[in-house]
């Protein structure tokens, strides 16, 4: 079979084809930015159950999945809401932080820059950075805590508690502040201690 190009065509071809010179390192630098495979996602919601009940949902605004196959991770560059569940479907405690991480493979979650943890009971968690592993069902670091419970509030170094946070321990408490809950009225003098 014979094909018979224009001469047009030809040239056009020649042309492009001679044009086009890719230096090889740019090339490989161009396909590893690409080989990472990042999806991003906005307003996320992430459920997680067990037995068809919500154990825990992980929402934020910005979601970057990378789809590496050794480590897939997730992050939520902007903000990170966590609400643990129990088995009756009521909220037990809730995380936030301005920042994310979650390692699929590893069941680990870290979250950090300005790190709250809320129980039900009352009790308030705030540090730097918190570690949340599913595999172990424990919250904890090693960072600097202050922790926050009706009548007093406690600090130290190191924290580790059920993700419920029903349990609790800090590792290297440095002391606690009793806090008198009788507040003075608006413009008034406090309250006197007789």
Known sequence: MKVCLPGAWVL??????????????????LVA??????????????????????????????LLFYLDAKDPRQE??????????????????????????????????????SVVLLSEDGNRLETEELIWSDREDRIYTDHFVVIQRPGEILYGRGFEATEDFTQWRILAPEGHILVDKRQPEAGGAPPSLD
Request: charged residues 30%.
């Open 33 to 62: 930015q690409y080989d990472a495979e990042v999806e991003t996602a906005y307003d996320v919601e992430i459920l997680y159950s067990d037995s068809a009940r919500v154990m825990v949902r992980i929402t934020g605004p910005k």
């Open 12 to 29: 056009a071809c020649c042309l492009l084809t001679g044009a086009c010179v890719n230096d090889i390192e740019e090339v490989e630098e």
């Open 76 to 113: 939520f560059p902007d903000f990170v809401k966590v609400e643990f569940f129990d088995r009756q479907q009521q909220v037990t405690s809730t995380l936030t932080a301005k920042y994310g991480l979650r390692y699929a493979k590893r069941d680990l979650v870290i979250a950090r820059d």
